[in-house]
């Protein structure tokens, strides 16, 4: 599903990833750990496109995504829900409408996509919320939404970059209930966190990254 | 659905960044309004000069005693001018006549005159599209050189100078509009420029997320639209104003003003030339933006 072969990034003052390979298969549930500035966000964008690689390739779901043309890469994201770390929320729209909005993208009708939206809200446990603005909700509630935007979807891929950075133990735990019922029903899932009790005796694959560099591959 | 969405983000944004759009409409409806009262300058100077045709016309003064034959020489050769629509050969007798008709009380001048003084004449009446300064010139001087043509009569410095104003007052109009769509343009343009730049972040995400450029984008050239179209609808307002409240009541008092003419064009063409400029000036500014 998502292949990374000699992925090497590089800014102007540090090298953010130094001939990186991994391969996740369809249906996992994959975490990447490393303190802060070892190139997980990195990694991340370079999956979603927000980044292009300076060396190796990457495919994702057989598209090799430096082959993709302009036109092509809309399409290519609307295969991926992305958790962001700092959320990307639109402060202008309600919480029902930030999280319609990746249904309005994909142009999905209005009936289906309030059903789907709500009940992706009471996956997040934010039902009560829909009519409510970002800036009127805790960081764990914006955490929420965020994951509920990057699940309405159903995407093949879901990526979460600290998706429980800012929250108790308590709401982590369901946040990371909520990406476990995600995977069950078959999309992969890359989860990068620098919280090591998220995937303690999780089973799950964790890949480490230190300073750019694969250091190994434990399970959880 | 995307559609309806667009048009509600770009009412939204409209409402939201009321004044700078508020502000832009101002400036094209100021912009289109200038513009109308140009067009309409030119469009009524242009009117009274086509009713110019059926005043316009050139005479010619014929020798004394010529022949027949050079007679149908000189009306053959102005009948066959294409310039020309009609041609009158007016016998001295009957300009006499004229003439006392004409002075009506003042006709008993006439009586001592022995003979009649006037020569035959001919008056050439020019098609409407031909009326020409050149055409005519060239024309009054194939005609000079006939045998039997003393003299040839027509406002020559009055039809150039007529025509040398209105071919000014074109240019200068024509100049005048494409200033001010130019500026218009310039100001859809900003306009759409400045609310992308101030929405960067929320495009970014609309990109993260999937949206297409259409998508990105149509609410912008909607937005575009709305101010081009307001701006176009309140110039209309402005120039209808001006016509009914100022020109009408002006021409109860100057009737000269009576002769402006409003075209129903306008109705609809301030609006559709709004529309146009506000569509443009977005398309162009989105267009200029990578993203």
């Known amino acids: 599903m998502i292949h ?30 490393g303190p802060s500035g070892s190139g997980k966000t990195t990694l991340l964008k370079l999956i ?61 009708d209005e009936r289906e996509m309030k059903s789907r ?41 879901v990526l979460a970059d600290e998706p429980t950075g800012n ?47 694969f250091v190994g591959e434990e399970i959880g | 659905m995307t559609l309806s969405y667009s048009f509600r983000i770009a009412l939204q944004s409209i409402l939201h960044e009321k004044w700078i759009n508020l502000l832009s409409i101002l400036t094209v409806a100021a912009g289109l309004l200038f513009t109308a009262i ?41 009948r066959n001018d294409a310039a020309v629509e009609k041609v009158k050969f007016i016998p001295k007798d009957e300009a006499l006549k004229e003439l006392k008709t004409s002075l009506k009380d003042a006709g ?41 043509v003393h003299e040839i009569e027509y406002g020559e410095k009055f039809l150039s100078s007529l025509y040398s104003i209105m071919r000014g007052v074109k240019t200068v109009g024509a100049l005048f509009i494409m200033l001010m769509s130019a500026g218009m343009l310039f100001v859809c343009y900003s306009t759409v420029k400045i609310l992308f730049y101030r929405k960067e972040k929320e495009i970014e995400t609309y990109k993260l997320l999937g949206a297409t450029r259409g998508f990105i984008r149509s609410p912008f050239i909607i937005e575009g639209a709305v ?27 100057f009737p000269i003003f009576k002769s402006i003419i409003f075209p129903v064009d306008t109705l609809y063409s301030l609006p559709l030339a709004g529309l146009f400029l506000g569509v443009t000036g977005a398309a162009i500014a989105i267009g200029r933006i990578r993203y």
Not at chain 1, 7 to 13: D, I, P, Q, R, W
Not at chain 1, 61 to 90: A, P, Y
Not at chain 2, 54 to 61: G, I, N, R, T
């Open chain 1, 4 to 33: 990374f072969q000699e992925v090497s990034k590089h800014y102007e003052t540090y090298t953010a990833l130094r001939k990186v390979s991994f391969s996740v298969e369809k249906g996992e549930m994959v975490y990447i750990t």
């Open chain 1, 48 to 108: 979603y496109l927000a980044e292009k690689p300076d060396e190796g390739n990457i495919t994702v779901n057989e598209w090799e995504t430096d082959k993709l043309k302009e036109s092509q890469i809309s399409m290519f994201r609307r295969h991926i829900g992305v958790v962001f770390q700092d959320f990307r929320l639109l402060d202008n729209k309600n919480i029902f409408e930030n999280v319609a909005l990746a249904l309005r993208i994909r142009g999905v």
């Open chain 1, 117 to 157: 939206v709500f009940e992706s809200l009471k996956i997040a446990n934010l039902r009560h919320k829909a009519d409510c603005y970002p800036q009127t909700l805790s960081g764990g509630e914006q955490q929420r939404v965020a994951i509920a935007r990057a699940i309405v979807s159903e995407p093949m891929i």
């Open chain 1, 167 to 213: 929250v108790d133990p308590e709401t982590s735990e369901g946040i990371m209930k909520t990406f476990k019922d995600i995977n069950a029903r078959g999309s992969t899932i890359l989860i990068a966190t620098h919280n090591r009790e998220l995937f303690r005796h999780s089973g799950r694959r964790v890949f480490k990254l230190d300073l750019g560099n």
């Open chain 2, 38 to 78: 140009t067009v309409l300058s030119i469009y009524n100077i242009d009117a009274a000069t086509k009713s110019l045709p059926e005043k316009f016309s050139v005479m010619l003064y014929l020798d004394d005693n010529i022949s027949q034959r050079e007679k149908d020489n000189i009306m053959g050769t102005v």
């Open chain 2, 108 to 148: 008993h001048i006439l009586d001592g005159l022995g003979e009649n003084p006037l020569p035959d004449s001919v008056e050439i009446k020019f098609r409407s599209e031909r009326i020409d300064p050149e055409i005519v010139k060239k024309l009054t001087v194939r005609l000079g050189g006939l045998k039997g």
């Open chain 2, 227 to 253: 101010i081009g179209l307001s701006g176009g609808f309140l110039g209309l307002f402005g120039i209808m104003t001006l016509y009914y409240l100022v020109v009408l009541r002006l021409s109860l008092a």
